[in-house]
């Protein structure tokens, strides 16, 4: 199915969740000189503007990342907030960056980027933003492009999996393939992300997930519906092989998320 487009989405509270912490293992990831393989199934087109007609129709970026940047989250040193800043520094105030440009305002150019995206549309403006970048973006099924690229090399890494869902099926193939990845690339750093619904849609694969490496990181922050009869209530990551010191930044986000929507039920309850 190619019917999903992130434009709608775009900086909601569940990008501000997980690419806050991309950014934050990004950073971690850079710390040595070694290089890094960055992949990524699901890449999207890269650069939104927030305020297309798209963005404005489902407000979802206004009840995220206006709200999260209104609240004062992230410090200037935090990596999320300094790739926003830069990105918006060359394309406009209400620009926000995908995972794709995350990654490439903080990976070096000794790093490798790998992008898939089969929808044709996304594919071709992921192609245009990534143009000044080190980034080599494919036209394919992201999870056969992973299957054919991993282990990757260099063997230092992350793999993020970011699908739309319109697929219910994901749910239940996901954790097989992440097996097999995680066998393959067994010092691989693999992301997951997957929305909360209304439904619990996702609680069968996380706890598949979770049988398969105990010790994987699951994360995972609530949120007030971006408009009425909206199912999504929250947003997820399971991370594989996580890197030093993202437990605590996973704490802190909880923290923040916990108070905005405290802050929000008391504003309703005035």
Same mark, same amino acid.
């Given at each position: 199915?190619?019917?999903?487009?992130?434009?709608?989405?775009?900086?909601?509270?569940?990008?501000?969740?997980?690419?806050?912490?991309?950014?934050?293992?990004?950073?971690?990831?850079?710390?040595?000189?070694?290089?890094?393989?960055?992949?990524?199934?699901?890449?999207?087109?890269?650069?939104?503007?927030?305020?297309?007609?798209?963005?404005?129709?489902?407000?979802?970026?206004?009840?995220?990342?206006?709200?999260? /940047? !209104?609240?004062?989250?992230?410090? %200037? $040193?935090?990596?999320?907030?300094? #790739?926003?800043?830069?990105? @918006? *520094?060359?394309?406009?105030?209400?620009?926000?960056?995908?995972?794709?440009?995350?990654?490439?305002?903080?990976?070096?150019?000794?790093?490798?980027?790998? /992008? !898939?995206?089969?929808?044709?549309? %996304? $594919?071709?403006?992921?192609?245009? #933003?990534?143009?000044?970048? @080190? *980034?080599?973006?494919?036209?394919?099924?992201?999870?056969?492009?992973?299957?054919?690229?991993?282990?990757?090399?260099?063997?230092?890494?992350?793999?993020?999996?970011?699908?739309?869902?319109?697929?219910? $099926?994901?749910?239940?193939?996901?954790?097989?393939?992440?097996?097999?990845?995680?066998?393959?690339?067994?010092?691989?750093?693999?992301?997951?992300?997957?929305?909360?619904?209304?439904?619990?849609?996702?609680?069968?694969?996380?706890?598949?997930?979770?049988?398969?490496?105990?010790?994987?990181?699951?994360?995972?922050?609530?949120?007030?519906?971006?408009?009425?009869?909206?199912?999504?209530?929250?947003?997820?990551?399971?991370?594989?092989?996580?890197?030093?010191?993202?437990?605590?930044?996973?704490?802190?986000?909880?923290?923040?998320?916990?108070?905005?929507?405290?802050?929000?039920?008391?504003?309703?309850?005035?």
């Amino acid at each position: 199915m190619l019917s999903y487009q992130h434009l709608y989405h775009a900086g909601n509270m569940a990008d501000v969740h997980k690419h806050s912490l991309l950014a934050w293992m990004l950073q971690y990831l850079t710390q040595k000189e070694k290089p890094v393989s960055y992949i990524e199934t699901h890449a999207g087109r890269a650069l939104y503007d927030l305020t297309s007609d798209e963005a404005i129709k489902t407000g979802e970026a206004a009840e995220g990342i206006n709200r999260v /940047l !209104a609240a004062n989250w992230f410090s %200037e $040193s935090h990596p999320y907030l300094q #790739a926003l800043t830069k990105i @918006r *520094a060359q394309h406009g105030p209400q620009s926000y960056p995908g995972s794709p440009l995350l990654a490439a305002e903080t990976l070096r150019p000794t790093d490798s980027l790998h /992008l !898939a995206e089969l929808h044709p549309q %996304e $594919s071709t403006a992921l192609e245009y #933003a990534m143009s000044p970048y @080190r *980034a080599r973006c494919y036209t394919q099924d992201g999870f056969t492009l992973a299957q054919s690229l991993c282990p990757p090399m260099p063997r230092r890494g992350m793999l993020v999996i970011d699908p739309s869902y319109e697929m219910k $099926s994901e749910y239940g193939t996901l954790p097989g393939f992440i097996r097999q990845i995680h066998r393959k690339w067994p010092v691989g750093i693999i992301v997951l992300w997957y929305p909360l619904l209304t439904t619990g849609t996702h609680h069968s694969m996380v706890e598949e997930l979770a049988h398969i490496c105990p010790a994987g990181l699951r994360h995972e922050v609530a949120f007030a519906p971006a408009r009425p009869g909206h199912k999504m209530i929250g947003s997820g990551l399971f991370v594989i092989n996580p890197p030093f010191a993202l437990a605590p930044e996973a704490a802190r986000m909880s923290r923040c998320f916990k108070n905005i929507n405290r802050n929000k039920r008391g504003k309703a309850n005035d």
